[in-house]
């Protein structure tokens, strides 16, 4: 008897880790850290969420099915998308994940994409699945996508916010925030087992993501960047972003309002003007601005770099392939 109850809750604890994430876990992973501008260290804007056994992706831009692929999560775990916004590259992966989701070599996704998202999610999806109509017609016929993975479960998000996911314990809300003439455009929050993290998607400096941020685990928040000597050649392209994005300025005034328990940025947009011979800001110059604003921790994001969620604080994990137990694809 002794050996058989031994060997049950062997399987058990095996079966609460296959999955890469116990029931307990809360965990952020950061799977794209770029923007419109292709650069193949920062692919697109996306954040996997995994809280309670469940796995929320938030954004898809490109490659997001690529960087899942090297974080060994398989594309049909993920249970619901939830997009900031419209911008090409917050949603530029979404019809690579849908299609790509339901024929995976290790299992299919044989239910329809849960996608949120603001105003006009209806016609990404639409426009996804009509795109898809005839690949999808010659698949099925040749099994090797189910017929319940061909739709989208679109939602749209409240008009000014709210709940928009609350089950077995894992809460989302959306807010609105500030990303000037892009309306609407939210932030989320996501709250597990007395734990929270912020995504603030692209905003400027926003009271409603102060409101929703304040204290918080962990705020993971856009930041965009001119150097020096760009502001100083050329004032008023560098503005226009700033109207919309947060400066290194404004980021660290954001996180002395927030003071989270620990902040990562993303979304990095790093301007250049090659008529002027000027390059991008780098990473350092990013860093030490940010720092002569703000004395609490943060990190520069980077594509795969992972932070687990405890009672006893925020550990931020550099990306290693060999970290997580492999799962089919």
Same mark, same amino acid.
């Given at each position: 008897?002794?050996?058989?109850l031994a060997s !049950?809750?062997a399987? @058990?604890v095996?079966?609460a ?7 307990q876990?809360f +965990? ?11 650069n193949v260290d920062?692919l697109?804007?996306?954040?996997l969420?995994?809280?309670?056994g469940q ?7 490109r490659?997001v099915?690529?960087?899942? %692929?090297q974080?060994k999560?398989p594309l049909?775990?993920?249970d619901?998308?939830y997009?900031? &916004?419209?911008h090409s ?5 979404l019809?690579?994940f849908? @299609?790509?989701s $339901? ?7 044989a239910m329809?994409? #849960?996608? /949120?998202?603001p105003i006009?999610?209806d016609n990404v @999806?639409r426009?996804i ?5 005839d690949? #999808?017609?010659f698949?099925? $016929?040749? *099994?090797?996508i189910?017929?319940?993975?061909? *739709?989208?479960a679109e939602h749209?998000?409240p ?6 996911y609350?089950?077995?314990?894992? +809460?989302v809300t959306?807010?609105l925030?500030d /990303?000037g &003439?892009v ?6 929050r996501?709250d597990?087992?007395g734990?929270a993290v912020?995504?603030s998607g692209?905003t400027t400096y926003s009271? #409603?993501l102060?409101? %929703?941020?304040?204290g918080?685990?962990?705020?993971i928040h ?8 760009l502001?100083?050649r050329?004032?008023?392209f560098v ?7 947060a ?8 996180l002395?309002e927030?003071?989270p328990?620990?902040a990562?940025?993303? &979304? !990095?947009?790093l301007?250049s003007?090659?008529?002027l011979? !000027? ?9 030490s601005r ?6 609490g921790?943060? %990190?520069i994001?980077?594509?795969?770099m $992972?932070?687990q ?5 925020v550990?931020a ?5 060999a970290?997580r137990q /492999?799962?089919p694809?």
């Open positions: 008897m002794k050996t058989r !049950i809750c399987v @058990a095996l079966l880790t296959s999955s890469g994430t116990s029931a876990d +965990k952020v992973t950061l799977l794209g850290t770029g923007t419109p501008i292709l920062r697109g804007m996306s954040t969420v995994e809280a309670g796995r929320l992706l938030f954004d898809a831009g490659g099915s690529i960087r899942l %692929h974080a999560v049909r775990s993920i619901a998308v997009i900031t &916004h419209l590259d917050h949603i530029a992966g019809p690579d849908y @299609a790509t $339901a024929q995976g070599a290790g299992g299919r996704r329809p994409l #849960n996608v /949120h998202g006009g999610i @999806a426009g699945e009509l795109t898809f109509t690949n #999808n017609r698949r099925v $016929a040749g *099994n090797e189910l017929p319940g993975s061909l *739709n989208i749209t998000n008009p000014d916010g709210g709940m928009v609350d089950k077995a314990g894992v +809460k959306a807010f925030v /990303h &003439h309306k609407p455009a939210y932030g989320y996501v597990y087992d734990r912020v995504l692209d009271p #409603n102060i409101k %929703h941020a304040k918080v685990d962990l705020l856009c930041v965009a960047i001119g150097s020096r000597r502001e100083e050329a004032p008023t503005q226009r972003f700033y109207d919309y994005l400066s290194p300025e404004m980021a660290g005034r954001i002395n927030v003071r328990r620990q990562v940025f993303s &979304h !990095i947009s301007y003007r090659p008529d011979e !000027i390059p991008r800001a780098s990473i350092d110059e990013l860093r940010v720092r002569a604003v703000y004395d921790p943060f %990190h994001g980077e594509d795969l $992972a932070f969620i405890g009672a006893e604080g550990t994990e550099p990306y290693s392939p970290k /492999h799962e694809d």
